[in-house]
């Protein structure tokens, strides 16, 4: 029996020259290169630069010879959803030479958050309410929340807040930034799912250090799925950890 296998660094151009079609078809299996120079110039050309991202030509630039010459930059654009990110919080990248993983979803978040700031809620707190609703949706296990529950949870909490936060405020900020999206029925959940998993897993590592019990992970219920359990192994790895208590 034929088994094709596809090799490429283009994965959305590849589909459409040699297809025809949108998705890989009766390829058995596929694997996504880094980009090199070139690529990720198309990339940032094509998606990017004229949407106003970049400060300037120049950055622009640096950029990209920035993230192609650097191996730990570079393995990122292996994952069209990775570039993305590195090209939205490319400020950041400039200065950082050795973003992983959870670096970078953190990083992403907080680029995001600083575009749209609060008057009155702080990165750390709208970071943490983040947590907090991952959380509400892991235990309904669910990825969306109905108006209704939008508006239990930002009630709840906004209830954990100093001041005089309202949960209508609140409800306002989680409707108003890209790592949310709205579905048409008025649903509210995570942009992507892997954002619900950085953020579950983030609340839950950072409750688990403050107890000083990491190695409580170990006996958790088997009700984790493959995602946040590698968000989880990757928040514990010392290398990746230190991102999500910066």
Not at 135 to 153: G, V
Request: net charge negative.
């Amino acid at each position: 029996e034929r088994c094709a296998i596809v090799v490429t660094s283009r994965s959305g151009l590849f589909h459409q020259q040699l297809t025809g079609s949108n998705t890989f078809g009766e390829w058995a299996a596929a694997v996504l290169l880094p980009w090199d120079f070139d690529d990720l110039v198309n990339f940032v050309n094509q998606c990017h630069y004229k949407n106003g991202l970049f400060s300037n030509f120049d950055v622009y630039k640096r950029f990209c010879a920035h993230v192609s010459g650097n191996p730990h930059l570079r393995e990122l654009t292996r994952t069209p959803l990775y570039a993305r990110m590195l090209v939205e919080a490319n400020q950041e990248v400039l200065s950082n030479s050795t973003l992983g993983v959870i670096a970078l979803y953190e990083t992403y978040a907080k680029t995001v958050l600083g575009e749209r700031p609060h008057p009155g809620l702080t990165i750390a707190q709208r970071l943490h309410s983040l947590e907090c609703l991952a959380r509400f949706l892991f235990r309904r296990r669910k990825i969306s929340c109905s108006p209704e529950e939008i508006e239990e949870f930002a009630k709840s909490y906004a209830n954990q807040l100093s001041g005089t936060q309202t949960g209508a405020c609140l409800q306002h900020d989680l409707r108003t930034y890209s790592l949310m999206s709205s579905t048409d029925d008025g649903q509210l959940q995570f942009s992507h799912k892997s954002f619900y998993e950085f953020f579950f897993a983030r609340g839950m590592v950072r409750e688990i250090s403050a107890m000083r019990h990491l190695h409580q992970l170990e006996e958790m219920p088997r009700l984790l799925e493959h995602g946040e359990e590698d968000f989880l192994s990757r928040m514990v790895n010392p290398q990746e950890f230190a991102a999500t208590n910066a």
